[in-house]
């Protein structure tokens, strides 16, 4: 069945460091994909998304491509700051005939100042 | 912005309970989706709904039941709870159509089963 690997559960960065989040999917058809962030004690909000290969999705500093070549859509952010600290999720879907979103396990930030 | 109000906020029952966590997003969306957040599971799809009446399947199904009694309206029911559905529920609501599957979340429902 379809599914989103995220490989880092945690992240523990400085403020300013590089950020790269990992992100693969498995996919019978041509998904959406999605970023999304969820901050203590809220329900997880829409990042950003990316529908087709190659196209770039980008929100507040984040950004990912879409890779159908190697499957990826890893998030990315040139210089963190400790309001970033949150879960980081990345879903595909819907696609179709294919109506449900799935989620990966969710990558938890951690940003020291 | 899309707006999706979860209620109770939190609930403790005990094993065997019944147990109706709800659901209401006034945004007018086509799906609406449970999720269950475990540590080390992230969010799991219990059921999801296109539509008054309709109900799918999601991919952690057993124990619970799900009734979308209206457009706006979608509830989880766990008719006999036991301690392993102690978790966060979130619900969430989509639109369909090129651009527009994103996903409105509430702010979850914390279930405890004693």
């Known amino acids: 069945g379809d599914s989103v690997t995220q490989t880092e559960g945690q992240v523990a960065l400085s403020e300013e460091d590089f950020l790269t989040i990992h992100c693969n999917y498995s996919?019978?058809?041509?998904?959406?994909l999605f970023w999304y962030v969820q901050y203590p004690g809220e329900g997880p909000q829409f990042l950003f998304r990316?529908?087709?290969?190659?196209e770039k999705g980008s929100s507040r500093g984040f950004e990912a491509t879409y890779d159908k070549g190697t499957t990826s859509f890893h998030l990315r952010k040139a210089s963190v700051q400790e309001s970033d600290s949150a879960v980081y999720y990345c879903?595909?879907?819907?696609?179709?005939?294919?109506?449900?979103?799935?989620f990966g396990k969710g990558t938890h930030l951690h940003v020291l100042p | 912005e899309a707006a999706v109000t979860q209620s109770p906020r939190n609930k403790v029952t005990v094993t065997g309970g019944n147990v109706t966590l709800s659901c209401r997003q006034t945004?007018?969306?086509?799906?609406m989706y449970w999720y269950r957040q475990d540590t080390g599971h992230g969010l799991r799809l219990i059921h999801y709904?296109?539509?008054?009446?309709?109900?799918q399947i999601g991919d952690v199904p057993d124990g619970y039941k799900a009734t979308r009694t209206t457009q706006e309206d979608f509830f989880l029911l766990l008719e006999l709870a036991s301690p392993s559905q102690t978790s966060l529920y979130f619900c969430?609501?989509?639109?369909?159509?090129?651009?527009?599957?994103?996903?409105?979340f509430g702010s979850g429902t914390r279930l405890t089963v004693l």
């Open positions: 879903a595909l879907g819907p696609y179709t005939n294919a109506y449900k979103v799935i």
């Open positions: 709904s296109y539509g008054a009446g309709n109900l």
């Open positions: 945004n007018s969306h086509n799906y």
């Open positions: 996919a019978s058809g041509y998904p959406a």
């Open positions: 969430a609501s989509s639109d369909r159509g090129m651009g527009a599957e994103t996903l409105y």
């Open positions: 990316a529908s087709r290969d190659k």
